[in-house]
């Protein structure tokens, strides 16, 4: 069965970095895209970023843009996101996700993990 | 980038109550329109896809419909499990984006 576990989340100063690590299983990774999508607590859905089964597309939104990298390490099976800069509005619970269709085409999320915490504050 | 506006915010509705929840864009996304139901503290679960297609085993009292930039998301007979948050989400170029969420609760 389709797994994606998270890691890496943890309390963090402002300015400060951070890696978060997606463990997928149950599926052949580098057949699909992947996502990195974020809820603060009590709020909703907040999408983060994209990068294509190959990763030769990364997509991200402008609350992050030139601070958050996306990457993946298809041999590994690994998604990553590498949090530079962090400001205390990016405190949320960070879950990956996976692209329900193969290839490019954007058909929704159908498996999520459930997540790790990143608080940002001093 | 394109901006998602669901409504209304919180509605409130009985078991059996047809329920019709809206998702506006803010420009045209064709048909490139998905639907997730949340729970407290569990992940988002994907309901629809492409506006009008129904995730496998999803209960057929969902549905979904539109284009452009006007969509809804419909429940036909609402059953006790069906109170959650709903979210639509557009991913129709790079970037994607999600409403600010439907909490349907049980009056």
């Known amino acids: 069965q389709v797994q994606l576990v998270e890691s890496g989340g943890g309390v963090v100063q402002p300015g400060r970095s951070l890696r978060l690590s997606c463990a997928a299983s149950?599926?052949?990774?580098?057949?699909?895209?992947m996502h990195w999508v974020r809820q603060a607590p009590g709020k909703g859905l907040e999408w983060v970023a994209v990068?294509?089964?190959?990763?030769?597309?990364?997509y991200y939104a402008d609350s992050v843009k030139g601070r958050f990298t996306i990457s993946r390490d298809n041999s590994k099976s690994t998604l990553y996101l590498q949090m530079n800069s962090l400001r205390p509005e990016d405190t949320a619970v960070y879950s990956c996700a996976k692209d329900h269709s193969s290839g490019g085409a954007r058909l929704g999320l159908d498996y999520w993990g459930q997540g790790t915490l990143v608080t940002v504050s001093s | 980038d394109i901006q998602m506006t669901q409504s209304p915010s919180s509605l409130s509705a009985s078991v059996g109550d047809r329920v019709t929840i809206t998702c506006r864009a803010s420009?045209?996304?064709?048909?490139?329109l998905n639907w997730y139901q949340q729970k407290p503290g569990k992940a988002p679960n994907l309901l629809m896809y492409?506006?009008?297609s129904l995730q496998g085993g999803v209960p057929s009292r969902f549905s979904g419909s539109g284009s452009g930039t006007d969509f809804t998301l419909t429940i036909s007979s609402l059953q006790p499990e069906d109170f959650a948050t709903y979210y639509c989400?557009?991913?129709?170029?790079?970037?994607?984006?999600f409403g600010q969420g439907t909490k349907l609760e049980i009056k």
């Open positions: 989400q557009e991913c129709y170029s790079g970037p994607c984006s």
């Open positions: 149950g599926f052949t990774f580098n057949n699909y895209g």
């Open positions: 990068i294509s089964y190959d990763g030769s597309n990364k």
């Open positions: 420009q045209s996304i064709i048909t490139y």
């Open positions: 492409a506006a009008s």
